[in-house]
């Protein structure tokens, strides 16, 4: 399916906004507050697929929209900032993503939100669905940047404090900053400052949802805020959006995998710098996929026999590895021989 962009809106100096036609009655994209959107960028004649999360809601927009950062070096990311124009076609895949809500009329919740610098895609999200869909339910949003030039939907985010002052609250957490004044912290997160924050809204750490978005740094800083406090990783929603630089040292090694893809075998070599998933994409063999960074599910698979070595900050659970399951685009080989099912 290919999607007409209406507008495209400058966010900060290093973020715009795509705006897209979501198609006529029949064809309109249905997709839940959180999910990504991954889009088809024809780049010197090879398409490149990258996944960003809606910042548009499903209930209140009509419009589609996703929020891109620019990333240093990100052949996808600076191609879109600097040649995508109104009126341009974009293919796309179907939405997608198990970081989202389903808001219900009748819920009571309390929800703590952590975003972190482009992290804020996903919860805008998901902030004006459970404002306008659950309006029993609370919200405390803590938003860290390096700088208050470079918070993403600033102005948008302080009209939804103006108008739901007693569902939505807002704290800004601004590394560049050298003094603290009203909600805009200074310095990094901490678990002495998270303390007083909770302690200003009357919470205390418990059975809220929580949900984190960010860099991989931020969001094991939170988590582990979290665990000191008593909330375990499982009661922790998380979607990644930027992942540690992976260090490989299996590069003499070449192993013989075997995937196993509806009903078929494909018998592929894998060196231990390379991803499951990079391999079989230069053999031409299908594996579903999205994100290529461990951000989303698309990529999961099955290890049956053999090893494997998947880079943290991944998504699955500590019950999903011991079940043997992995994401192919971060999983790289390490034993001699491999069966993975798909």
């Known amino acids: 399916m290919k999607l007409l962009v209406k507008d495209i809106i400058e966010e900060t100096s290093d973020a715009i906004s795509i705006c897209f036609k979501n198609g006529n009655f029949f064809k309109k994209l249905k997709y839940k507050p959180g999910q990504f959107l991954t889009i088809h960028v024809p780049i010197d004649k090879l398409v490149n697929k990258r996944a960003y999360s809606f910042s548009s809601n499903p209930y209140t927009d009509k419009d589609l929209k996703i929020t891109i950062k620019r990333v240093d070096k990100g052949l996808v990311s600076n191609y879109l900032h600097n040649n995508l124009k109104v009126g341009d076609k974009l293919e796309v895949d179907d939405p997608a993503g198990s970081f989202f809500i389903e808001p219900e009329s009748k819920a009571k919740k309390q929800y703590v939100l952590f975003a972190g610098g482009s ?99 931020y969001m094991e800083k939170i988590k582990a805020i979290l665990k000191e406090n008593g909330i375990q990783r499982e009661k922790i929603k998380i979607e990644v959006f930027k992942m540690p630089v992976v260090k490989v040292t299996g590069k003499k090694l070449l192993s013989e995998v075997t995937l196993k893809i509806e009903g078929e075998e494909h018998q592929i070599k894998v060196r231990g710098d390379k991803s499951i998933l990079q391999q079989a994409m230069s053999n031409s063999i299908v594996i579903p996929y999205s994100c290529r960074s461990g951000m989303c599910s698309t990529c999961k698979a099955k290890c049956v026999s053999g090893e494997v070595k998947m880079v943290e900050g991944h998504l699955l659970t500590d019950r999903d590895v011991d079940n043997g399951e992995i994401l192919t685009c971060i999983s790289y080989p390490v034993s001699e021989k491999i069966v993975i099912e798909i």
């Open 119 to 217: 992290g804020i895609t996903p919860m805008f999200s998901i902030v004006k669905s459970i404002l306008t869909e659950e309006k029993d339910s609370n919200i405390l949003l803590v938003y860290a940047n390096q700088t208050i030039a470079s918070i993403i939907f600033h102005d948008e985010i302080k009209a939804l404090e103006n108008q739901y002052p007693e569902r939505f609250s807002v704290e800004h957490i601004i590394s560049a900053n050298k003094e603290s004044q009203a909600n805009y912290h200074s310095g990094l997160a901490t678990n002495k400052l998270l303390g007083e924050i909770f302690a200003k809204h009357q919470l205390s750490y418990s059975e809220h949802t929580y949900m984190i978005c960010g860099p991989f740094g």
